[in-house]
């Protein structure tokens, strides 16, 4: 079974930093591309940020909303993806999910954690 | 980036009817579409890839329809465990991007 699990979420001052971390099991984490999406409260889905496999030299991608601020990176010997997030503002504040897609390469997001929520209030 | 515009916002419906969910792409986007389902204070789920095959565990009275730009989410007979928000997303292109949501209520 898939399991996808984060942490390191919590409340931080604008300008601060934090380090999500998601831990995974149940499948080969090393063959797949893994993703961040973030939820305002009360509000819609937005992605975030992908890293690739070793195949495709770790490839990241960025949602220009964070993109210079934050920064995603993996694990394979921890099958664990993190999301250091930086310069915070208070637009940030949201629900971070770690997702894996339905196959590796792919966007469809097929499996979701329960998400850590960032805070970002003075 | 490309726009997904999703409608309505919000719908409300009764126990047993076909509901409808559109969502178009400000650009091609070569059925790269998915649709999830997400109810309160829970994760969203994966229902619809590709623009109509069915994931796993997924009741057959949701699909999915569409090509080049114009996209739809079908559910036959609405069951009360269907109230829930839905949102598309493309993944064609990045940056991924989201529909804001439709928001379905029984009547």
């Known amino acids: 079974e898939v399991q996808i699990l984060e942490t390191g979420g919590g409340l931080v001052k604008p300008g601060g930093s934090l380090r999500l971390s998601c831990a995974t099991s149940?499948?080969?984490?090393?063959?797949?591309?893994m993703h961040w999406v973030r939820q305002a409260p009360g509000n819609g889905l937005e992605w975030v940020a992908e890293v690739r496999n070793k195949n495709n030299n770790y490839a990241t991608y960025y949602a220009a909303s964070v993109k210079g601020r934050f920064t995603i990176s993996r694990d394979d010997s921890k099958s664990s993806v993190y999301l250091q997030v930086s310069s915070l503002r208070a637009e940030d504040t949201a629900i971070y999910y770690c997702t894996r897609p339905l196959y590796y390469y792919d966007g469809s997001l097929a499996y979701w954690g329960q998400g850590t929520l960032v805070t970002v209030s003075s | 980036d490309i726009r997904m515009t999703q409608s309505p916002a919000s719908l409300s419906a009764s126990l047993g009817e076909t509901v409808n969910i559109e969502c178009l792409a400000s650009?091609?986007?070569?059925?790269?579409l998915a649709w999830y389902q997400q109810k309160p204070g829970k994760s969203p789920q994966l229902l619809i890839y590709n623009a109509n095959s069915l994931q796993n565990g997924v009741p057959s009275r949701f699909s999915g329809s569409g090509s080049g730009t114009q996209y739809s989410l079908k559910i036959n007979s609405l069951q009360s465990e269907d109230v829930a928000t839905y949102f598309c997303?493309?993944?064609?292109?990045?940056?991924?991007?989201f529909g804001a949501g439709t928001k379905l209520e029984l009547k």
């Open positions: 149940g499948f080969n984490f090393n063959d797949y591309f």
């Open positions: 650009e091609d986007i070569y059925s790269d």
């Open positions: 997303q493309q993944y064609n292109n990045y940056p991924y991007t």
